[in-house]
């Protein structure tokens, strides 16, 4: 499609060629669906930085574009009277990610003039949710009662339909925007109190049995999201929304997606999966959509499955699936026994050191020197803050940021503004090359490890605790060195003492994902 090849041209420029997964997409997702044909179903896994997105976006959008016409007159006899009916939907597992797909998808599409919308920014209005008097909100507060004259309601004024082919959010975001905002509020509150020892585990069985007294009625909003329309569903990081922490959300959603298309399939409890490879005792699940995961990994469990219930799939793979890019190298450096933030404080030196050699060789000018920025991945939000705090008292200013940062609320990923890869221009001004005015180094927890595309000026990974796992090692590692750009990861351990046997293995292993 013209129209979209000159916007992947203008973001990659003329040059660019595709990568493995790349081509593999173009060869198999391109062509065009028959009528009573069975939908896509599509595994794309390939190393981090290989253009993942760029695979599953540009089939997507061509389709969208090229049915838009015959499938607004069926919108048109199918309409629902919900604000939002898209047509495409994009999960993925942090609102980080949404927001820095659902930009590169309108810089895909803007010439072909596709609707793209990002569930995880601030672009909802800020109208009164629920209309009626103040004493009549008190008694529904306090008096725990139904109020039968449904004044409490969504106000119509502010829900007007807006447009959408394609929206892009996490599973738990747009749970909420289809079932309505606080469906799960009840829960949740049961869970948290569990979770801060205000309800035994017998009192919640007695509540489910009618026996305790009714809890207080939770406020439940309109849906603003129809899922009849929905052509297209990829699931981003994929071995993360498969995983226990997601799958439950991810499942119950596509599920709702099946349902509302009128071909519902069964949403198996989670500790009703089959944990084994067992074709038998499995049911196999067929989506009436298209259905695309795309993962760097595929650990154990999602291989199992996918093999269970959806063995019509098709995996596509790279060559380099389960390994680092060829652009990054890794380094293993020791501690000194002493302050473990000091002597990340002085690798982090050692590296711009290293930026003023090459400028000194380099430099035309006398312009100051480009600093590198890095990324710090550590296991705990404590050891985040602890060592953030350490850096910004030595001068070095940092961005700490952990599930719960308060900057993670604002709607928009500016609280990462000079380190995500961005198309706008590149901040100029004093003090923009100062690592003690603007920050340079960026402290988080594998909550940033997964799919985002970070800025070429971060050539330098840190990873300060030893990983948990090797899947969970590739996805911090693979921050740097995308795209063919080159980087390094630096793995800090033990080389003496206790320890020194676990900094052994992790050598090992890292070598055998470097080959």
């Not at 039968?148 to 004024?157: C, H, R, W």
């Not at 509150?189 to 489910?208: F, L, T, W, Y």
């Not at 990974?461 to 090692?473: A, G, K, L, S, W």
């Amino acid at each position: 499609m013209p129209g979209l090849l000159q916007s992947l041209q203008e973001t990659l420029g003329n040059d660019a060629t595709p990568t493995a997964i790349q081509a593999l997409s173009t060869k198999n997702l391109f062509r065009d669906r028959v009528e009573g044909e069975r939908y896509k179903e599509f595994l794309l896994a390939s190393e981090t930085g290989s253009g993942k997105s760029i695979a599953y976006l540009l089939p997507m959008l061509q389709d969208l574009k090229r049915t838009e016409h015959e499938q607004s007159d069926a919108i048109s006899q199918h309409s629902t009277p919900k604000p939002l009916n898209p047509r495409a939907l994009v999960l993925a597992p942090t609102h980080e990610l949404t927001r820095q797909l659902a930009s590169f998808a309108k810089n895909l599409s803007h010439v072909i003039k596709l609707r793209v919308m990002c569930a995880s920014k601030a672009n909802t209005t800020s109208a009164a949710k629920f209309s009626g008097t103040a004493s009549k909100m008190k008694e529904k507060f306090e008096g725990g009662g139904a109020v039968s004259d449904g004044a409490f309601v969504i106000s119509k004024a502010s829900r007007g339909s807006r447009p959408v082919d394609l929206l892009v959010g996490t599973p738990m975001k747009l749970l909420e925007m289809e079932r309505g905002r606080g469906w799960n509020w009840e829960e949740r509150a049961r869970e948290r109190a569990m979770r801060i020892g205000k309800v035994k585990s017998e009192d919640v069985k007695d509540a489910d049995e009618g026996i305790k007294e009714a809890s207080r009625e939770f406020w439940v909003d309109e849906p603003e999201m129809g899922l009849e329309n929905v052509q297209w569903v990829v699931v981003d990081e994929a071995d993360v929304l498969f995983d226990p922490d997601f799958q439950e959300s991810t499942r119950m959603l596509l599920g709702d997606i099946a349902a509302a298309r009128g071909s519902p399939v069964p949403v198996i409890p989670s500790s009703a999966l089959s944990p084994t490879p067992d074709s038998e005792a499995t049911t196999t699940i067929s989506y009436p959509f298209n259905f695309l995961l795309t993962s760097a990994t595929i650990p154990t469990s999602l291989a199992t499955y996918l093999s269970n219930y959806h063995p019509s799939l098709t995996r596509l793979a790279s060559p380099r699936l389960h390994h680092l890019p060829p652009t990054l190298r890794t380094e293993h450096t020791s501690w000194t026994g002493g302050n473990k933030n000091a002597d990340i404080e002085r690798r982090i030196r050692r590296v711009w050191a290293e930026d003023a050699l090459v400028h000194s060789k380099t430099a035309t000018g006398s312009g100051p020197v480009k600093l590198s920025k890095l990324l710090v991945f550590c296991n705990k939000r404590s050891k985040v803050e602890q060592l953030a705090a350490f850096l910004d008292g030595r001068g070095i200013k940092c961005v700490a940021l952990t599930g719960g940062a308060e900057t993670r609320k604002r709607g928009s990923n500016h609280h990462l503004d000079g380190f995500l890869k961005t198309g706008g221009p590149v901040l100029t001004g004093p003090g923009v090359c100062d690592p003690a005015q603007t920050p340079h180094v960026l402290v988080t927890t594998s909550l940033l490890s997964r799919g985002l595309d970070f800025s070429p000026m971060i050539k330098h990974v840190f990873i300060v605790d030893e990983p948990r796992n090797m899947i969970d090692f590739l996805h911090r590692a693979g921050r740097a060195g995308r795209a063919g750009e080159a980087g390094k990861v630096v793995v800090f351990g033990r080389a003496k003492g206790r320890g020194s046997g676990r900094t052994e293995e992790v050598k090992e292993k890292v070598r055998a994902v470097a080959g």
